[in-house]
């Protein structure tokens, strides 16, 4: 399950509330910023008066791109640094694991060995990837506790919680190109299996508690499908339970360090047992490997209120008197600006110790308060002003909320947010977008008289690219209908994603890794030539833009072939 990327959501929320003499709660009053943060819309400009033209259909652009992200432009540093230890472009373990040796089995609960292979990434991530390994290390106090508790009473090894370090850095919001989500990385199918829910108000896959119930349940399935063999097991979350069986069939083996010296399986799985070996070891003792003194979060702590009707999550921070963020960040789950509708009775979490103070001043809310804005999809003939007279509200708050140019061109299917009251904020139009921090792959659906090779030519790519992108083999067949993955992982540009490719092959056994410091009048274009390197591949095992400007005392991570070097 691959992974990619965690990002923040800054909302900046504004209003107040206040307890009237006779101890009842006045709604609050909610102000409009005008920066919508996290999006990449441009301010708002003069709204024509006009309205109540009828909506025109708008035509959609032919080819389709999995997984937009607005997001992706915008991504900090800590969030690049995450993405690169977690997709593995820089990490070349050697490709026999040497001897093997079991350690002391009464330190883990999980049997953990040492070769070559967990030594590599020991060093790893004791080394170049350090900074980021150490904020994970962090990060992951916050949820340890209560997953060591769900494991246990799934009767599953404490130890094997350490997956989810290595599946998303502990992060909620990881998303993958393959639509894996979540700290646990399921997709959408295998988390039905497992009672995960996803729909546009919320995907469960993200819920901490329950998706980690989900994780312990489907390993423990896997462990009982390899007959008690953890370590088939760990493998089978990765690959899949049927890449193991075949697998194993295929070479007659179930030691998973012989299933790794052949072909059949992909690097990633190869490497995903000894990436968790690794980090089980130096978790049990960070100390012995430098990681003393983190500033590691506070465990989670929370109340759980029953909500008995769709509320919005700004209403439930006022009350609470807490920020709409520590709302959305103790709820991951949700999507959205609310809890979801239609959903009777829902569990909700707030901080602890805030259960009476919000239940009090709930109760005290008028129904038809606790939920500002709705939902509305765009559907053939609608225009702004019978929206407006159907939900009684004011054709300017539609206009204005919405960030609505021109009337006469709205689209059909999409969807906008109708403020109910006059005191709304932009809060709900930024939760239109989904939070996910994902990689991007373009696609394209083969129509009649497509070749291979034409597509290839289409989308600047090659057409091994194409094979290796879609698991064709060898084979040039395609047929009209297929949907056909364009551009590699990460990458929406069909001119860059050859570069891309080939900036990820990974290198020679005599590859290693040098770190250059920039000098005073150094270029990519000089760097590269004197290592014998292409500025692509500079950038992206550095993971930089193509307009990176170098800035002398600059460290760049190179990987060299000493043959090459000049």
């Known amino acids: 399950m691959k992974i990619l990327w965690a990002l923040p959501v800054v909302l900046l929320l504004g209003g107040c509330f206040w307890l009237t003499p006779d101890k009842q709660v006045a709604v609050p009053t909610i102000t409009a910023p005008n920066v919508a943060v996290g999006s990449a ?3 708002v400009g003069a709204v024509p008066k006009r309205h109540g033209f009828s909506v025109m259909a708008i035509a959609e652009p032919a080819a389709v791109e999995v997984c937009p992200s607005p997001l992706a432009e915008e991504l ?27 350690t002391d089995e009464m330190v883990f609960d999980f049997p953990v060995v040492e070769n070559e292979k967990v030594r590599y990434f020991i060093d790893y991530y004791t080394g170049s990837a350090r900074k980021t390994f150490t904020r994970w290390l962090q990060r992951s106090e916050r949820y340890i506790p209560f997953m060591r508790k769900i494991f246990e009473e799934e009767g599953l090894p404490q130890d094997l919680i350490y997956l989810a370090l290595v599946e998303s850095g502990f992060n909620d919001k990881a998303y993958s190109w393959a639509h894996a989500a979540g700290p646990w990385q399921f997709i959408e199918s295998t988390g039905n299996l497992y009672g995960l829910s996803n729909d546009w108000w919320r995907d469960e896959r993200r819920d901490f508690e329950k998706s980690t119930r989900a994780a312990a349940k489907f390993l423990n399935d896997l462990y009982q499908r390899f007959d008690g063999d953890w370590y088939l097991a760990v493998a089978a979350y990765n690959a899949g339970g049927g890449k193991i069986s075949k697998a194993v069939e295929k070479y007659d083996t179930r030691d998973f360090w012989e299933l790794t010296r052949g072909s059949y399986l992909q690097t990633e799985t190869k490497n995903y047992l000894p990436k968790l070996l690794a980090v089980l070891t130096i978790a049990r003792n960070p100390e012995e490997y430098g990681f003393d003194n983190l500033d590691c979060l506070a465990p989670i702590e929370y109340d759980l209120v029953t909500i008995p009707e769709v509320t919005d999550l700004e209403l439930v921070a006022k009350l609470c008197e807490v920020s709409y963020d520590e709302i959305k960040a103790l709820n991951p789950e949700l999507k959205r ?14 901080p602890s110790g805030k259960k009476n103070l919000f239940e009090e001043r709930y109760a005290q809310v008028p129904p038809d308060r606790r939920a500002n804005y709705k939902r509305h999809r765009i559907a053939r003939g609608d225009t702004l002003g019978a929206i407006a007279k159907k939900y009684d509200i004011r054709i300017d708050d539609i206009v204005d909320l919405n960030n609505i140019h021109n009337s006469r061109a709205l689209k059909v299917g999409r969807d906008l947010i109708l403020p109910l009251h006059q005191s709304y904020s932009q809060l709900p139009v930024k939760e239109m977008k989904d939070d996910y921090v994902r990689s991007r792959r373009k696609t394209y659906q083969v129509r009649n008289g497509d070749s291979l090779w034409s597509i290839a030519k289409r989308f600047d790519v090659g057409e091994k690219d194409l094979r290796v992108w879609n698991k ?5 067949v395609i047929r009209p209908g297929q949907t056909l993955m364009v551009s590699s992982t990460g990458d929406s540009s069909p001119s860059t994603a050859k570069k891309v490719a080939t900036a990820a092959k990974p290198a020679t056994k005599s590859a290693r890794k040098v770190v250059y410091q920039v ?48």
Not at 77 to 100: K, R, V
């Open 337 to 350: 600006w609310c809890t979801p509708p239609g959903a009777d009775e829902y569990e909700l979490r707030i």
């Open 472 to 476: 064709l083999g060898r084979s040039n």
């Open 519 to 566: 000098k005073p009048g150094d270029t990519l274009s000089d760097i590269g030539d004197r290592y014998s390197v292409s500025t692509d591949r500079i950038l992206h095992w550095n993971n930089l833009a193509e307009n990176h400007v170098l800035r002398p005392g600059d460290e760049l991570t190179l990987m060299i072939n000493d043959e090459q070097r000049g």
């Open 76 to 102: 900090d540093a800590e969030t690049l640094e995450d993405n690169l230890i977690l997709s593995g472009t820089d990490q070349h373990p050697p490709e026999n694991e040497g001897l093997t040796l079991l």
């Open 41 to 43: 819309k441009s301010p």
